[in-house]
């Protein structure tokens, strides 16, 4: 039977997997996101896996963060607009465990199951806490907003104590500091965190180097200790009892946002080293509407051979590698974009969720000792089976001065008289990185009879650090003339492309990449930008990360660099553009505002230029992956739509 093409709708029916987490007994637990067609929204259940039988957790759908006690009693967050623990003892019994006045953001048991240490925001002011609404909004502060969070509102993230025996509760920091990546370390006397200087400067005015830095609190006296040296900005953080070392995903920000991650180890000397010489990116990095968050786990810390396992993001794939003393080694197998990840108690089993160029988000195994892998779950099977999808052909190319660049050409449907039309598509960042895996957008297109083509300029992370780095302060240079030579590249290689009927596409980075694309060249014939900077001089003052990264990114400052920042600005260039442009914004954009569109869409109705604004209420910077579903399939549709009409 012939399979049917995908359609935008189809994600409805899809699944997002992630919290991963593993019992004594082997039982896995883990989140599943998925959408409630009646709602528009989304759903999330606990789900486990026991001896290969999937079981759901009953739930009110707004279930997340499950975690095993000491005795084995499954928890987990429950709540819709305020997040309490809850627990489902041996019997299959609901109850709730602790609530608190403010929701409750992460949890972990102590190691003896005495205690819970919790977080959650509060405010310094009780009054503010209690009627937020009923005070005006004051800021001081340099950032005073930030993209997925919102407008800064005097609360910070800090850090409880929760006693099982009487249900009290100690609230162990205060202060202008958010408390991250809390665990407890093994004598259950103390607990580490992440955060970013306890005095001085508040977390919201730091213009230099965004530190954060590694703490721990004794829970009898809250005695704070500092650990790190304030050279890394620290992401993620494992304790090895063994070596009484910390091993950490830290940077030095010695280039800015463009700073590749790399694994170090914290003794007690207070100086970080690094763990590995090899020039690589660990953790994930990689960009893909398939996938709800940017989230990646931390490392692991094998329990019987104490090798570290991390991720590692690398020419457009994201694996699991083990580090052991000698090179980094991959030991996943297959074309994967893994994004969570733990292990069993006894060393056995690596479990993971990840994508793969055929399939939507699913959980694996990995036995280490026979290196076989098993899928756990088969959430999508059955769409795949029934549904034709476009597997992208990887090449390389060489660049206009020398470089050996990564791209992927992705076939259509059919190929009709020999020729098809193209849609060049462009990733975000920059310092992010394409994947070959299933891609919503992608497959739309390719189900449409377009082929798509998608490249790793430089900018991209998963090549080396030089390349990362080597557009900052160059915008509109490097990165463009990359993406034009893979460009020309797939026009040479692939004798299927219609020369003529060319399209270009992109989010974020590449939606501001696009706007420049088209001011600099009339080749394509139409052009979709999603979630861009259209303005370098009024973004500067108006995005969440202004300063930072049009300093970073272009290099200057509005004052002192306004003609080169204009210059670099798209719109600028406005009377150039001859293609048809669509522009897609979310109006809760702090990261790029909505504003960067609607100065782009006037301009380009100022010179009679043809071009459309759709702006989606109440979304931000994640509308693509993570928005409102009808918005994510109307997006979807109004892609093709522009491209069916102009290209």
Known sequence: MAKRYFTPEDLLDHHWLSGLTVHSDSTIAYVDRSIN???????????????????????????????????????????????????????????????????????????????LLFTAAIHADPAKQVNPNNFGHVYEQVYFKQEGTGFYSGTYTHLFLFRVADNSIAQLTDGAFHVKNAQWLPDGKQIAFTAG?????????????QIQDLYTIAIQDCAITKKSDSSLSIQKFTYNADEQTFMLIANNQAFGSGTSERLYRLGTSGTPELFHTEDMHIGSASLNDAKFSD?????????????????????????????????????????????????SADGRYLIYAALTPTSLSEIYQL??????????????????????????????????????????????????????????QIHGGPHSAYTNMYSYEFQALTAQGYAVLFLNPRGSVGYNQALTQACRGDFGNGDYRDIMSGLTYAQNTYPFVDQSRIGVAGGSYGGLMTNWIIGQTNKFKAAVS?????????????????????????????????????????????????TPLLLIHGEADLRCPVSQADELYTALKRWDKTTKLIRYPASNHTLLKSGKPSYRVDLLEQVTSWMNQYV
């Open 530 to 578: 999603q979630r861009c900077i259209s303005n370098w001089v009024s973004f500067y003052n108006t995005s969440d990360i202004g300063i930072a990264y049009t300093e970073g990114i272009v290099g200057g400052n509005i004052w002192e660099n306004s003609d080169r920042l204009w210059e670099r600005s798209p719109i600028a260039h406005v009377q150039d553009i001859e």
């Open 295 to 343: 989230a990646y786990t931390a490392p692991i810390v094998h329990p019987v051979s104490k090798a570290i396992y991390a991720l590692v993001t690398k020419h457009g794939q994201v694996h699991i590698h083990r580090f052991a003393g000698d090179a980094p080694i991959q030991v996943t197998p297959g074309e994967k974009d893994i994004y969570d990840a733990t292990i």
């Open 197 to 209: 200087s306890l005095s001085g400067k508040d977390a919201y005015n730091r213009r230099d180097k």
């Open 367 to 424: 036995d280490l000792e026979t290196m076989t892998e098993e899928q756990l779950t088969n959430c999508h099977t059955a769409f795949h089976e029934a549904t034709w999808q476009s597997i992208p052909e990887e090449f390389w190319f060489t660049s206009f001065d020398g470089t050996k660049l990564q791209g992927w050409m992705m076939p259509p449907a059919e190929i009709t008289l020999g020729k098809v039309p193209l849609i060049l």
């Open 37 to 115: 067609k009646e709602t528009n929204s989304y759903y999330t259940t606990i789900k486990t896996i026991s001896n290969s039988i999937i079981e759901t957790i009953p739930g009110d759908g707004f279930d997340s963060f499950p975690s095993w006690s000491p005795d084995g009693t499954l928890t987990f967050l429950r709540g819709k607009e305020k997040k309490a623990i809850w627990m489902q003892d041996a019997q299959g019994n609901m109850a709730q465990l602790l609530d608190y006045p403010a929701s409750i953001l992460s949890y972990q048991w102590s190691p003896d199951g005495s205690h």
